[in-house]
């Protein structure tokens, strides 16, 4: 039984409301549902704030499309937009650690071409002499409603789980 593209988006937008900022679609002729924000700083310090031992930034922007399906020429146009964007968002200093970039294509179904492609994205960058001022990773996944399966590429085999558990949360709801 496949889920509705609209219902799962929202479920997907709240999941992700809890620790992102939602930011709406803006005008393109590619279909963003939503871009979310994540930033967040850690720190560690030694009896008062003012006594720092260390701290690091981390950062990622996910960028939601759907549509009812996606090829491989989509699949590659929505990727490259969304570096596109986020890279200019990078602010590589010393107490940075990553900068991510999030894309998830939400469809009705997907083909093995499309499958293939998201499976093959691939991107990074190290800012700094070894990576000293952080780095950049492309986080891609597919989402096939028709078969409730996520397809990642290598680095975002923690989309699989997050999606899973979306869509079990919604079967304990049916």
Known sequence: MAIERSLFLEIVKDAYSAYYTIIP???TE?????????????????????????????????????????????????????????????KPHKEHQYT????????DSLDEATISAVKKSKFSKS??????????ELVAAA???STEKTYTNRVGHGLESFFHKLFALRHEEA
């Open 30 to 90: 590619l279909p963003l549902a939503f871009r979310a924000d994540y930033n967040a700083q850690d720190e560690r310090y030694f009896l008062t704030k003012n006594a720092s031992i260390w701290r690091n930034e981390k950062k990622e922007y996910a960028f939601v499309f759907s549509a009812a399906a996606f090829d491989q020429e989509t699949v590659k146009k929505c990727i490259d937009w969304a570096l596109e964007d986020m890279l200019p968002k990078v």
């Open 100 to 107: 991510n970039c999030k894309v998830v294509f939400i469809a």
């Open 143 to 145: 989402v096939d409603l």
């Open 127 to 136: 800012y700094g002499f070894l990576s000293a001022q952080g780095y950049t």
């Open 25 to 27: 679609a803006e005008e």
